[in-house]
């Protein structure tokens, strides 16, 4: 059966779509480095590059060692032998280009070594005060930094060199750049193990539990996988590569696939326990979904696209993935889909009875008023909320407290001079050397950054400049350029949160205003601070997208409607749960992160698809019910499909609550927040509101 002119010529266009971007997944590629997360053409990015290319282009890898007792290493019979082996050890793999530490500060002497005032004089770089904790820093040089296979196993060749080399009473623990990119790599395989087989063993499930026919979710999850394949060919035929963030894709995806064709199969299933034959039936719910279908797809793939909003290039990927899934599941819905539902018709009897298990009727309720008055005061709750909420994030806290990295991190800031850290390159100007003056004006520098209350160290210190072959030492230290006579100043403090990163280095650029001088001191650059602003202004990026993008399809809806009354009535419906759902953070004294950002950007698109079907439905029962019978549809052959695609929707989301990264947890929690609270404004605040006086002026 041909449901409209050229189908076969769609089915067609369709296996060659298929065919062509699922033959980009042998380009895609992967980025495991922290890098990817940040946009090329971001000036703090560039004055990252600038450190690079003045100072070192290698990664960065730190040793933690720590006597687990908390008692002294100097103590550990072996110990100062131990290490000097594996310092050696360390200095012949072939990626290591240098290895600093507590050996090499004390110049590999054993008398230095256990010279208690040699200790005291490192302040904290590379052994602690108590002596139970000490450091080692590896300058590493990848063939390729983005390869994940290459970072695992240079990261697993450290460890195991490190757990050879002392005693059980010893760990070892990786920090820096290398450890949070291995950080990155294996929070994405605990969530892939996970997620696939969760995700698919759930929908399953719940899809077998309401139609009780294998063939029905076997068709819908097969829509969602191929979208997915689809979308992520793609993304590769784009150029762009994947990161730990975009590991959730797949499941937004997949749970969107199921809401785009609910409504239909919902609608074919109504008109067979109808009694209709299985020809007319697709007929039927293909006539009824195909305006509310297309329009609620193309307002979703709107949202979703609302994320190129995002000053990260991946969650830019993630909305344009996305997007195009949306797309594809759209065809293969109106394509494909039909001709699966009409191959697997379901018997009269067995329709009646998915029905019946879908009824929510019972769930409805009167009290128009009352309804409508609670969600006025939730939502100047929500309201009062929204003015406590901040903006807010720390990216060690991504990762749980187990992790290598995240203990590191923890006993780095307990233990030595701060995980944080912020280094800012000063020269004295046109490529001249440093002279008494602008040393007297860097020693003034350096004096107030020691009195900010977060700074525990600068490297190089005032005294270090002062040593007669302090530039020679300074340049073997990759502190300062010879050629370009520009040096590097660390400055070191314990994790900082966005805001506080930002803070501090708003007052060093405050203070270099205030005290211009002959010395040029530029722009913070450090990934400490780039993952602050990109927090910050990831969270303002996506407000503005969240806006422009409600606006946007409220006015097409109004548009499309011919009426400002349904505009308003779908703002309300779908503007109300954000408000509500950040509202509560606001009160709970949360902030608003990186994951709890993006659902901003992109939670529009899939909360919308609901209302415009209730709202196009309803419309047209009105053409020939009264108010009363049209509301009653409603729940017996619309809201079903709401509740389902919706029940279905958190069901995919509670998946990555199973995520060991942060981000992708409040992706999933937030999301499932929000559309709890849409279906059920959904289900009672739009009826509610259809009620009124004012909004059924538009149907007369």
């Known amino acids: 059966m ?96 240098r290895v600093r530490g507590f050996l090499t500060a004390l110049k590999l002497k054993s008398n230095i070594f256990l010279s208690p005032q040699a200790r005291t004089a490192m302040d904290g770089s590379f052994i602690s005060a108590d002596s139970s904790t000490a450091l080692i820093v590896l300058d590493v040089a990848l063939q390729n930094r983005k390869s994940a296979r290459q970072i695992l196993a240079f990261n697993g060749q450290v460890t195991a060199l490190v757990e050879a080399a002392y005693s059980d009473d010893i760990a070892g623990y990786l920090s820096g750049t290398m450890a949070l990119n291995n950080a990155y790599i294996d929070t994405v395989r605990h969530d892939l193990k996970y997620f696939i087989p969760v995700l698919l063993g759930i929908m399953f499930g719940l899809l077998w539990w309401s139609f009780r026919r294998f063939a029905i979710p076997l068709m819908l999850m097969g829509v969602g996988a191929l979208s997915t394949l689809a ?66 797809c193309l307002t979703t793939a709107v949202g979703f696209l609302a994320l190129l909003f995002s000053p990260s290039p991946p969650v830019m990927v993630t909305g344009i993935a996305a997007a195009v899934g949306l797309s594809v599941s759209y065809l293969l819905t109106i394509s494909w889909l039909q001709a699966g539902l009409l191959r697997f018709a379901p018997p009269a009897d067995v329709a009646a009875g998915c029905m019946e298990r879908l009824n929510v009727s019972r769930l409805s ?61 000063v020269s004295a100007g046109e490529g001249r050397a440093f002279a008494p003056a602008d040393l007297k004006t860097l020693d003034s520098f350096t004096g107030w950054l ?4 977060e700074v525990l160290k600068i490297v190089p210190g005032s005294r270090a400049l002062k040593q007669p072959d302090s530039w020679v030492r300074l340049a073997e230290e990759q502190l ?31 203070w270099v205003e205030d005290n211009p001088g002959s010395l040029n001191i530029y722009t913070g650059g450090s990934a400490d601070l780039m993952f602050a602003h990109l927090s910050i202004s990831n969270a303002r990026s996506m407000l503005l997208s969240l806006l422009v993008a409600l606006f946007a399809i409220s006015l097409f809806i109004g548009f499309m409607f011919r009426g400002w009354r349904l505009m308003t009535l779908v703002f309300i419906c779908n503007f109300a749960p954000l408000i509500l759902a950040y509202g509560l953070l606001g009160i709970s004294g949360g902030a608003i992160t990186l994951g709890s950002a993006v659902v901003m950007g992109m939670i529009i698109g899939i909360i919308v698809d609901d209302s415009l079907h209730i709202l196009f439905k309803y419309r047209r029962y009105r ?78």
């Not at 590097?488 to 405050?510: E, T």
């Open 450 to 453: 020691k009195e900010q209350p």
């Open 231 to 296: 979308a992520f060919g793609a993304i590769s035929w784009m150029g762009h590569a994947v990161t730990a963030i975009n590991a959730f894709t797949p499941i937004i995806i997949i749970g969107l696939s199921l809401v785009t064709a609910m409504h239909n199969v919902l609608s074919f299933y109504q008109a067979r326990a109808e009694g209709k034959s299985a020809e007319q039936a697709v007929k039927d719910s293909f006539q009824m979904n195909l305006k509310p279908l297309t329009l609620s």
């Open 365 to 425: 309720c009167g009290g128009q008023k009352r309804v409508v008055s609670a969600a006025v005061l939730l939502l100047l709750l929500g309201g009062w909320g929204l003015t406590q909420l901040t903006v807010d994030d720390n990216v060690y806290e991504y990762f749980p407290e187990d992790y290598s990295f995240r203990q590191s991190v923890n006993i780095i800031d307990a233990e030595l001079s701060g995980a944080s850290g912020i280094s800012y390159v």
């Open 2 to 97: 041909q449901l409209f002119s050229g189908q076969k010529y769609l089915n067609l266009a369709m296996f060659l779509l298929l065919l062509l971007t699922i033959a980009g997944l042998q380009h895609l590629t992967t980025n495991a480095s922290f890098l990817a997360y940040f946009d090329q053409k971001d000036p703090l990015f560039a004055e990252y590059q600038r450190l690079q290319e003045n100072f070192t282009s290698r990664e960065r890898l730190l040793v933690v060692v720590q006597r687990k007792d908390g008692g002294s290493l100097l103590e550990e019979d072996g110990f100062y032998r131990q290490s000097r082996d594996l310092h050696k050890q360390l200095e012949g793999l072939p990626e290591v280009v």
């Open 480 to 510: 300062y350029n010879p050629d370009t006579h520009m040096l590097k100043l660390r400055v070191r403090m314990p994790q900082q949160s966005a805001r506080a990163m930002i803070a501090f280095d708003d007052r060093v650029r405050q």
């Open 623 to 700: 053409r020939s019910e009264s108010e009363t019978a049209a509301l009653k549809r409603l729940w017996t052959d619309v809201i079903p499909a709401v509740f389902i695609s919706s029940l279905t929707m958190i069901l995919a989301l509670t998946v990555g609550l199973l995520s060991d990264f942060k981000p992708i947890f409040e992706i999933s929690l937030f999301s499932i927040v929000i559309i709890f609270i849409a279906l059920l404004a959904d289900m009672y605040l739009l009826p509610g509101l259809l009620k009124m006086r004012f909004f059924q002026r538009h149907f007369r």
